[in-house]
């Protein structure tokens, strides 16, 4: 039989070959080119047979036996035989698969074919970006760091509304900087840095690093138990963004996951950090590598692949700039460093570029919307440094005393015993290493210890790591740099370290505490950690692959995790968690402008937070300086209420005098509170624990 060969693998009849319809191959045989290759299990003929009509003439049109063939048709049932009932007649077709009119039927082959590709709708297109997202590995990281900030912190979130971190003195002014914020802002953005402590200072916002990245929370919620939870909330969340931004600097700086979650966890966890719990301006860092980690990205840079342009992007680099800008607003302690070295950055990465540009007539390194970027991001950035210095700059003018000396930075500069000394607020270290702290002077800013492990970790990193030799001596030393300048005056008098710094450089005089630039040496120290257990890692999968079957066995991978496991177990604390004076009901019923005594750094913090439900003007006020006029105050009411002070608080514009007779054991009030006021022109009034004067 002459034949041709159909697109669906089967012979096709010749018009005119009267042989045509004669249609099957001998039982247990196969044209040649058939789909199925052999026969049925009937031992009927399989869809190599062709398309005939009943008649098994060859009249059957050529057009549609092309169009048969097109679509992939083929005669024969999907078994090979033709489909019969059970006393084995056919019914509805004939033994060549064609319908009893001389019709083609449909080919039950397409059954199974592949299926068409299905219709995938907005629902379906969100659900699978939904389903992606869940698993991403950075909202896996995020997630992480969220759990691993609420463990660690524990318990901070067990009574939110009634407990603070360290102690509540100046996390309680803290809360009240988040709430003034956030009220004035939807209130009278004009008064932002006239707050309703320090009465009648002006300026008075500016008294201590502001928080006012924070603003946005503060706008949720009045009244102290709402600035507790707030602040709560938000320490905790500090906490996990620090570890997130450590964990997407090194991974874009090429280091491996497990890598990565380690120089995250050291980052945040370090246990010098510990003694920081009661400020949250230093706690809240995650900013610096999070911004670094964005840049990078945009610029196409990793310090493990270098400069790799196909990789850049100007919504980065636009991302890197707001981020950094978010973390300056959240106080200059921590920030203004940070702006130093995006600024040496930047000029370091200008001037290698332009050498390169002159002696080895290098390209520029990326175009014009990148230029773009980092141009209006750097304006953005710069401008928001210079909007929240003006204030400062004026509160300096204002209050000469408040402007710190050579003596002042003296007092807090640790020596080097402090890198090996842990606060008391570590779990593993904190007893042990008692004796060591009763050596320093000032023990909360002077126990520096960023972890034994993570000190073997980086050491470990000199040797075997990702990074390439000139890289881990760079990095060490500036590991070497940082710890330099930590130790303030220490350093051979800070004369060729601190000194200059802070004598030369804008506004580097109004950082006090020079041991919390060890937040840059713990940076550095994590980078050198995550190139070591990077190397680790991928010597474990080295191995592995030489195994057979090529995976690794439970106990290299739990060994990769080792590190991880030691770091977090370091940064294990004993924080307490004080419960928070309650505010007293006379606070919530007394118009300001107002004086609670006693007064002084430690009592009016908790006063600040107690003035959340209604910000009247208060006199009292805690801060990095106590301003003349607040001493004046606190001098001349030791003696309230007489004559003498009720004129000069009248002369002040204060309306009411509180007295918290709970807390007045061992104070002049003690006595004073109850004596007669006859002829001052006051009364008094008692609401609960609360002795309330009207002058």
Do not use: C
Request: aromatic fraction near 10%; charged fraction near 15%; hydrophobic fraction near 45%.
């Amino acid at each position: 039989m002459t034949t041709d060969q159909s697109a669906a693998g089967g012979p096709r009849p010749i018009p005119g070959d009267s042989r045509a319809g004669a249609g099957s191959a001998p039982s247990g045989t196969s044209p040649s080119g058939t789909a199925a290759g052999g026969p049925g299990p009937g031992g009927s003929t399989t869809s190599g047979e062709t398309g005939a009509g009943s008649e098994g003439s060859a009249g059957k049109d050529e057009a549609a036996d092309k169009d048969n063939a097109a679509d992939g048709d083929v005669a024969a049932d999907g078994d090979g035989a033709n489909r019969t009932d059970g006393d084995g007649s056919g019914r509805g077709e004939d033994r060549d698969g064609a319908t009893p009119d001389g019709g083609s039927k449909p080919d039950r082959w397409a059954a199974f074919g592949p299926a068409p590709e299905p219709v995938v709708t907005w629902s379906g297109r969100l659900g699978r970006r939904f389903g992606r997202l869940l698993i991403h590995e950075w909202t896996l990281a995020a997630v992480g760091s969220l759990v691993l900030a609420v463990l660690m912190t524990w318990p901070t979130l067990r009574y939110p509304a009634h407990t603070l971190p360290q102690d509540y003195w100046d996390p309680s002014l803290q809360a009240w900087q988040m709430a003034w914020s956030g009220h004035i802002l939807l209130t009278d953005p004009g008064q932002l840095w006239h707050a309703n402590a320090f009465f009648p200072e002006r300026w008075s916002f500016a008294f201590s690093d502001t928080l006012l990245g924070y603003a946005p929370a503060g706008m949720i919620g009045t009244g102290p138990e709402a600035a507790l939870v707030r602040y709560n909330i938000m320490f905790v969340l500090a906490h996990a963004l620090a570890t997130f931004g450590g964990y997407v600097l090194a991974r874009q700086l090429g280091a491996s996951r497990t890598g990565s979650a380690v120089a995250g966890a050291a980052y945040t966890y370090a246990p010098w950090l510990l003694a920081q719990a009661g400020h949250l301006h230093v706690v809240s860092n995650g900013g610096i590598p999070l911004a670094l980690a964005m840049l990078a990205r945009g610029h196409g840079w990793s310090l493990r692949h270098g400069y790799r342009p196909e990789r850049r992007h100007d919504g980065w680099v636009y991302a890197g700039w707001l981020v950094a800008a978010w973390q300056l607003s959240l106080g200059f302690g921590i920030g203004l460093p940070f702006v130093y070295v995006l600024a040496g950055t930047v000029l370091v990465a200008a001037a290698i570029w332009y050498a390169k540009r002159i002696f080895r007539r290098a390209r520029r390194p990326f175009g014009q919307r990148l230029f773009v970027a980092d141009l209006i991001g750097g304006l953005i950035f710069a401008g928001v440094g210079v909007l929240l210095a003006i204030p400062y700059f004026t509160v300096t003018q204002l209050h000469p005393h408040a402007e710190r000396t050579i003596g002042n930075i003296a007092i807090f500069s640790p020596p080097a015993s402090g890198f090996v000394t842990a606060p008391a607020e570590s779990r593993l270290w904190g007893g042990l290493h008692e004796g060591a702290r009763s050596l320093l002077p000032w023990h909360p800013e002077m126990t520096l210890l960023p972890g034994f492990v993570l000190y073997a970790l980086a050491a470990g990193g000199l040797f075997l790591s990702i990074w390439t030799v000139r890289q881990r001596l760079f990095l060490l030393a500036g590991v070497l740099a940082t710890m330099t300048l930590s130790m303030g005056t220490e350093f051979f008098g800070g004369r060729f370290t601190y000194e200059p710094l802070f004598e030369y450089l804008p506004g580097w005089n109004g950082i006090r505490t020079p041991g919390r630039l060890m937040l840059w040496a713990t940076l550095l120290l994590a980078l050198l950690a995550a190139g070591a257990v990077s190397s680790f890692a991928e010597r474990v999968r080295e191995v592995s692959a030489e195994r057979i079957p090529s995976w690794p066995s439970p106990w290299l991978r739990l060994a990769t995790l080792i590190p991880l496991v030691l770091v977090i177990a370091e940064g294990t604390n004993t924080t307490p968690h004080p419960v928070v004076p309650p505010q007293p009901a006379a606070m919530r019923a007394v118009d300001g402008p107002l004086l609670v005594l006693p007064s002084g750094q430690n009592h009016d913090q908790p006063v600040m937070l107690w003035s959340t439900t209604r910000f009247q003007d208060i006199v009292n006020g805690g801060s990095g300086f106590t301003p003349r006029q607040l001493d004046d105050v606190r001098r001349v009411t030791m003696t309230f209420p007489d004559q003498t002070s009720v004129d000069y608080l009248r002369t002040l514009g204060v309306h009411n005098v509180l007295v918290m007779r709970d807390q007045l054991a061992g104070t002049p009030w003690e006595v004073s509170v109850d004596a007669p006021v006859d002829g001052l022109g006051i009364t008094r009034e008692e609401i609960d624990q609360v002795v309330v004067f009207r002058l």
